[in-house]
């Protein structure tokens, strides 16, 4: 790997505590980080940078999932970490910094190779790669990116604004847009496992009768009130989350994707999905915000009773949605996608329905979080909810539990700095998913969708039931509780899953 300079922006935050100092430790023990590496951290504060090693190392202490015991071996990661105040509105604190970065590069012989990653309000984008570029940061003969959490935008249009301007300063191919599920080590081995169970059964010449994509949550809105009930479960995690989701498993069908091919497939799906108008929304689209409830026997309360959230907020909490993909492979599959917070359980799952007669169906799921796993299995949709009862139909399963798994951050950092843009959601595909979901803001916007109140600690509204029952399906494994979730997991593994 080439030697490089790590410019983060935002240093002091939550993010950069909880994900990126532990994943960039984590590259370092495992030798994935250049031989010479340079990082600058910026913030507002006065630190020296002693005392933001310090922080650094602290935050290690509490988030790395490694052993941080090793006092020498942290010195040496730490000894590669400085900071500098910046004020991204403040011109001459670019200027600054770019005495900094060149100073630090002549020290240690490298070449100007910078990464940028604004782990900052999206408000800033804009400036501070603006400042970039005019500060001469971004003209050296290295290579430059820039790396940005979502979200990208609140909508369509300052979707569009945010990358024109964005594309001042950095090329599209310089562009490192995180979606963090796209690290996630399931999504990305999806492909592989996928096309392992499928050659093996013969599945290929099977029809898929209906897709299933859940994310759901017990946490509530907690400290994000603020972005949250500007953004709803609609922003903070279906245009952009679960369309990724769609995208990666739609990708794979009806044969593996290579990664080259992998940013053109995921537009060219967009491209398909049959649009919504503002009107026929309501026929595919189910809005929810929860109510008071019990979770895990504990009282909550309700979205509009949380601290910071607007009396009377319809803002939405819950989002499930009926999609088409108009292809050759998949125009006759409803694929259904919901999320929403305070549900019953945490878990994110794909579920794939095979077309049979008879009570008796065959599912393929895909488990991405918190544990990780897929299997193949037979399960009977009549049965009573305690009763549901999933047999393996083969040994053909695979599952990992959630110790140690590999942090998204960690592939994602590491693939930013080898510049491998895999992972990463491209424009095309974030103008594609807002242009798809503008109809539903604007319906939202106009209250033509009812916003349906549940009951915390429940599956979301009944309407979302029903959304999926008028085709003649439900939701997969909603019922159980969560010792007979276990029982979907399989007890054979015999895929070995290293990272
Ligand atoms: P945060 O509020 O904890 O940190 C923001 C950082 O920006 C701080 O270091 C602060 O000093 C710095 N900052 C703010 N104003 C500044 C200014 N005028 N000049 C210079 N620095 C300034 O936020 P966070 O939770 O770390 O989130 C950072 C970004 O990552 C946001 O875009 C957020 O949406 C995104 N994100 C965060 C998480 C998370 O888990 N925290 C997850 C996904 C995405």
């Known amino acids: 790997m080439e030697p490089a300079t790590f410019v983060l922006f935002g240093a002091t935050g939550d993010l950069a505590k909880r994900k990126i100092y532990p994943a960039l430790y984590q590259l370092y023990i495992d030798q994935k980080l250049p031989s010479s590496f340079s990082f600058i951290g910026l913030g507002r504060r006065e630190l020296t940078h002693t005392s933001f090693q310090a922080n650094v190392e602290k935050s290690l202490l509490t988030f790395s999932r490694s052993d941080v015991k090793d006092a020498v071996r942290i010195k040496k990661f730490l000894n590669s970490f400085q900071y500098h105040v910046l004020d991204v509105d403040r011109k001459e604190d670019y200027t600054k910094l770019l005495k900094l970065v060149e100073d630090r590069e002549a020290e240690l012989n490298i070449m100007p190779n910078r990464m940028f990653y604004l782990s900052v309000g999206p408000e800033f984008f804009e400036t501070i790669a603006t400042n970039i570029h005019e500060s001469g940061l971004g003209s050296a003969s290295g290579w430059k990116r820039l790396v940005i959490e979502k979200p990208f935008g609140h909508d369509l249009e300052s979707a569009r604004q945010l990358n024109h301007t964005l594309n001042q300063a950095f090329d599209e191919s310089d562009i490192y847009r995180i979606d963090h599920y796209l690290g996630k080590p399931m999504v990305q081995q999806m492909g592989q496992l996928l096309q392992s169970t499928l050659t093996e059964q013969d599945l290929r ?221 491209h424009w095309n595909e974030v103008e594609l998913s807002w242009e798809w979901v503008q109809p539903i803001l604007d319906a939202y916007q106009d209250n033509l969708i009812p916003l349906h109140i549940y009951p915390a600690g429940t599956y979301g509204p009944q309407e979302a039931n029903e959304l999926l029952m008028k085709d003649g399906f439900h939701w997969w494994f909603d019922n159980r509780n969560a010792s007979d979730n276990d029982a979907t997991k399989g007890e054979f593994n015999i895929y070995e899953y290293t990272n």
């Open 205 to 425: 010449t099977r029809t898929i009768a209906s897709v299933q994509i859940s994310a759901i949550e017990t946490l509530g809105v907690e400290e994000r009130a603020g972005y949250y009930d500007h953004a709803g479960a609609i922003r903070d995690m279906f245009q952009n989350h679960m369309l990724q989701l769609l995208m990666m498993l739609t990708i794979e069908f009806p044969k593996r994707s290579s990664a080259d091919e992998v940013v053109n497939l995921k537009s060219k799906i967009m491209k398909s999905l049959m649009p919504l108008n503002k009107i026929d929304v309501t026929q595919h689209v189910v809005r929810g915000q929860y109510a008071s409830g019990v979770i895990k026997e504990e009282q909550v309360v309700g979205y509009t009773d949380e601290a910071g959230i607007a009396l009377g907020s319809h803002n939405d909490t819950f989002i499930a949605a009926r999609l088409r993909v108009d292809d050759p492979f998949w125009k006759d599959t409803p694929i259904y996608i919901r999320t929403g917070k305070r549900l019953k359980e945490k878990v994110t799952r794909i579920v794939i329905e095979f077309t049979s007669e008879g009570p008796v169906k065959d599912l393929l799921t895909i488990e991405i979080g918190p544990d990780e796993g897929i299997t193949f299995l037979k399960s009977r949709s009549d049965l009573a909810f305690s009763d549901v009862e999933t047999s393996l139909r083969s040994q053909l399963s695979f599952t990992k539990k959630e110790v140690n798994v590999k942090d998204a951050y960690e592939t994602l950092i590491h693939d930013a700095l080898l510049g491998d843009k895999t992972y990463f959601a």
